[in-house]
């Protein structure tokens, strides 16, 4: 595209054919969908009489995509904007939503910034630690079983003292692992 930073103007004739002036080509809703998703800010003006049909379009591109199964807006919120069209809270919801989408924007790439800081974002997880050990725990106890795997991991052959360590370990694991079913089972 040729410059991003001004909005991409498309061009609406007379036979309804919508037509981008950037590459000098007829576009669909799918092409006009593509285009904003991929971040870039589009303009829909009608040819002959110049109006901004951007609003109507997006709506159409909204309104194709629930009918597709894809629902992305709640029946409470498209009926609370339905409502907000016939009282004095008009004025509000635009700005409200405006508002939270920018929250959400701001809070995505947050979110991102995050993850990209922290080597293994699994890590900073609560509990991670704590079930990154009882993995440890079950493979040892598991892989004790296997001829070249010990306690301690690959090639270590198991002292007799630890084979008691092992039977706790795994009589831990088992109670965890019945725990972890009672509460599932309760979900």
Do not use: C
């Not at 405006?98 to 900073?124: V, W, Y």
């Not at 990154?132 to 892989?143: P, Y």
């Amino acid at each position: 595209m040729a410059d991003s930073d001004k909005p991409l103007l498309i061009k609406r004739y007379a036979s309804r054919r919508l037509y981008n002036t950037e590459t000098s080509d007829y576009v669909t809703l799918e092409d006009i969908a593509g285009f904003i998703r991929a971040g870039r800010e589009v303009q829909i003006v009608d040819l002959k009489s110049g109006d901004d049909l951007t609003r109507q379009y997006l709506l159409q591109i909204v309104a194709e995509h629930e009918s597709k199964g894809e629902n992305v807006l709640p029946i409470n919120v498209l009926t609370d904007l339905v409502r907000s069209y016939t009282t004095e809270m008009q004025s509000v919801v635009p700005q409200f939503l405006a508002a939270s989408f920018e929250m959400l924007r701001d809070g995505q790439s947050k979110m991102l910034e995050n993850l990209s800081a922290i080597p293994n974002p699994m890590a900073a997880m609560p509990g991670f630690e704590a079930m990154r050990k009882q993995q440890e725990a079950f493979l040892q106890a598991f892989m004790g079983g296997i001829p070249g795997w010990g306690a301690s991991g690959p090639g270590k052959d198991s002292a007799d003292g630890q084979s008691a360590s092992k039977d706790d370990e795994l009589a831990q694991i088992k109670s965890q692992l019945a725990e972890l079913q009672k509460k599932l089972s309760r979900l």
